[in-house]
């Protein structure tokens, strides 16, 4: 048994890496899959910067923002797989909900959003303060789509509200206490805030970008370089631990093994309601575990607009090179997978399911389209960032 | 920099651990020491007292928050470089190893933070110690526990003497290769199982 140490942070995209190693599909590749639950990603950083781990469940943009620079202590990271599509939302405090008036349905994100507006300018007329928004990471996909839908809505980020950081699971308090308005978190705090009644799930990242990534497969490349066949084990592993956690016949015995204290530690009936709810994230199909240079390059493009670094020729190349689907289509035609026949898509070109050329059978994909109707071409990517722009 | 002058602030959600360092920092020289073990408020609070070193333990939640602060936020000033370098990486190591990560103003005395630094590993070193001689304590008490309540069921079910009572269980933990505490689990467990015959209190 070849042994790899994965942290992980509890929250829902955790399910694959626990199916793996509770489900067998490591033990059947050779790999002894040990699991390290963290508190925070700074300590997920850290500890792979000094080797504890090997593998870690990480933020999509943060093994970019590793690469860049942008982060303490940074090693070489690739993503050589994505760890699901969708599982996050925007969920508001009661109070921020029914001064909305009548939001209506979570997938409706721009008519949410011209609402938010419409409450934050009659709040800047009458002297309140600020709605303050938390996210878990300054590079997180919950940020970095929070801003963005916040602009397309005519928004301003960095002056309309305020977007501090919090740690996933203290969302719901902060929202009972009043600290925060709303928030952009993983699941299943979304369902909790929910359930327990102190907020409401305003819209989804689904909605905002459809079929895109929150958490990929983060490691250093260095030890990737060193283990290819136990990167090859993994992959696949992950791959077929993905399918089961995505086959709804499932659902109820994944909930369990979530519950339980060495998977996530959490109540069994929460985390059946969040894998059935409107932020529910989508494990194995439409290619979930696919590392899309495109996905790499929009959190880049976004990474650029507000001001995390600067757009170069150089910084794009490292940020595209990050994702590795190379690797993934290796490990996953040699395991009898299907997998897309290009690296990086254009982002919004399927407005609704699609057949895409690809390797090893049929691959429907789709929708993957921006609520604002917006196309992102990775192959235009400098016209992209250049008309960008932060509402006046 | 003068030591006695420099704020410092110690991060953790344990008072006790949090206590240990404050006293550690006291003998080094230090006097403007401040321990936080609130989690809300916390923003507030360092935005307030602007410190010149921040020791915060790697389990507390808001690490991501407290980082980001000191990267980006408006609302201190200083500017805060995280300290173990990169081409010190065994320090860095001996840090995560003892479960405290700090972070200090550029500018500030590279010997004054080594010198906080292990401080701070040893203590909080010695504080995990603690806790795990406290914890095999407590298994022990807990183990003699299971093991006089398994006699006195022997010796009430089996009219044995205690003395009797626990050369059985012991003979019978050497038999199966099993600890005293194992066998005295196992037959506390099938007691309660088969109901009515459990120890009589």
Known sequence: MFAIRAAFIPLLDASLLIAARDLGMAAEQGIDLQLMRETSWANVRDRMAVGHVDVAHMLAPMPIAANLGLTPFSTALIAPMALGLGGNAITVSLALHEALGAPGNPDDAARAGALLHAEIGRRAASGKPLLRFGVVHPHSSHNLELRYWL??????????????????????????????????????????????????????????????????????????????????????????????????????????????????????????????????????????????????????????????????ADHARMARQTYRPDLYRAAILAAGGVVPSANAKVEGALSGPGQVGASGGALTLGPDGFFDRRTFDPDRLDDYIAAQSVPA | MNAARSTIAVIDTNPARAAIIEEGLRKEGYHDVHVLTEMRGLAARIAVLEPEVIIMDLGHPNRDMLEDMLQVARAVKKPIAMFVDKSDRQSMEAAIEAGVSAYVVDGFRQDRVRSIMEMAISRFNAFSRLERELQSAKDALADRDTVDRAKRLI????????????????????????????????LLLSASLLGGQGEDE
């Open chain 2, 155 to 186: 010796m009430k079910s089996r009219g044995l003497d205690e003395g009797a009572a626990y050369s059985l269980l012991r003979k019978t933990a050497m038999n199966q290769n099993r600890k005293i505490v194992e066998v005295a689990e196992s």
């Open chain 1, 151 to 312: 602009a397309a809505c005519g928004i301003a980020p960095d002056r309309d509200v305020e977007i501090v950081i919090l740690p996933p699971s203290f969302m719901p308090d902060a929202l009972a206490q009043g600290d925060l308005d709303g928030y952009c978190v993983g699941e299943p705090w979304n369902t909790e805030a929910e359930m327990r009644g102190v907020g409401r799930i305003l819209t989804t990242k689904q909605a905002i970008w459809a079929n895109s990534p929150e958490k990929v497969l983060g490691m250093s490349s260095r030890w990737a370089g060193e283990n290819p066949d136990a990167v090859a084990g993994l992959l696949t592993a992950l791959y077929r631990a993905a399918r089961w956690c995505g086959d709804p016949a499932n659902g109820e015995a994944l909930a369990e093994m979530l519950a339980a204290p060495e998977g996530l530690g959490l109540d069994v009936g929460l985390l059946r309601q969040s894998l059935a709810g409107p932020a529910r994230f989508v494990s194995f199909e439409r290619a979930a575990t696919f590392p899309w240079q495109s996905h790499a390059l929009w959190f880049y493009s976004q990474m650029v607009r507000w001001g995390q670094v600067a757009h170069s």
